[in-house]
């Protein structure tokens, strides 16, 4: 094997232990946080005292509130408006390819398209627990897994959707296809994740060698 080899072999595996690290943390803590409110899901939830804004952040700092209880080691910081109302050190989700205004995070897919923008750095939180970096967006939580400018999705950024009863990781359908996870979405608006293949397979493979690995298949280059 190379050495370009073992370096991106190790790299991989670091993203592959945070991934599994991060959906461990957010999954106890969220099924923890609705056993403490009696078994109701998130949407019964009191968000009373938070003010509607207009980077919709209402909803996840409702959420990550009655969550962060349950998160050891957690560091944080509210923004708003572009600016945070304490003193922000975890800031890769406001890097990166940004609109005019300076305020636009963009996240593209592994095949370089255009899958949308964080508006004012998430509009929420901005949190690292056990030195994982996390952010807070309405039912999402999005996680990033290295400081390089770019975020691209199923490559340093991964998404978790706040869903009923638990953790899960897709906006609405998981992927049948490698296809899927390189296009970022299983049809237009339909983010697809790809933790779900991390998790099982505890290799980045569907990026690495598209063409050998499949959903129903072979599952590593080698």
Not at 61 to 82: A, D, F, H, Q, T
Request: aromatic fraction near 10%.
């Amino acid at each position: 094997m190379t050495l370009p080899a073992i370096i991106q072999k190790q790299q991989d595996k670091v993203t592959v232990t945070k991934v599994k690290k991060a959906y461990s943390i957010f999954s106890q803590a969220y099924t923890l946080a609705i056993e403490a409110n009696g078994g109701m899901q998130k949407e019964d939830w009191d968000c009373n005292s938070f003010d509607v804004t207009s980077d919709g952040s209402k909803q996840a700092r409702c959420y990550l509130s009655y969550m962060l209880p349950y998160i050891k080691n957690v560091s944080e910081c509210y923004v708003k408006n572009g600016l945070s109302t304490s003193e922000c050190t975890f800031s890769s989700f406001n890097k990166g390819d940004t609109s005019e205004d300076g305020k636009t995070t963009h996240y593209y897919s592994l095949q370089g398209a255009n899958l949308g923008a964080l508006g004012d750095g998430g509009g929420a939180y901005s949190i690292a627990a056990d030195g994982i970096e996390f952010m807070g967006y309405r039912n999402t939580i999005i996680i990033k897994t290295d400081r390089k400018p770019k975020n691209v999705l199923n490559q340093n950024i991964f998404l978790f959707r706040l869903g009923e009863n638990r953790l899960t990781y897709s906006v609405c359908e998981q992927a049948t296809q490698i296809e899927h996870y390189l296009r970022g979405y299983t049809a237009p608006g339909c983010i697809c994740s790809a933790v779900d293949w991390i998790l099982l397979y505890e290799n980045l493979d569907y990026m690495r060698c598209p063409d050998k690995v499949a959903i129903n298949g072979k599952h590593s280059c080698h």
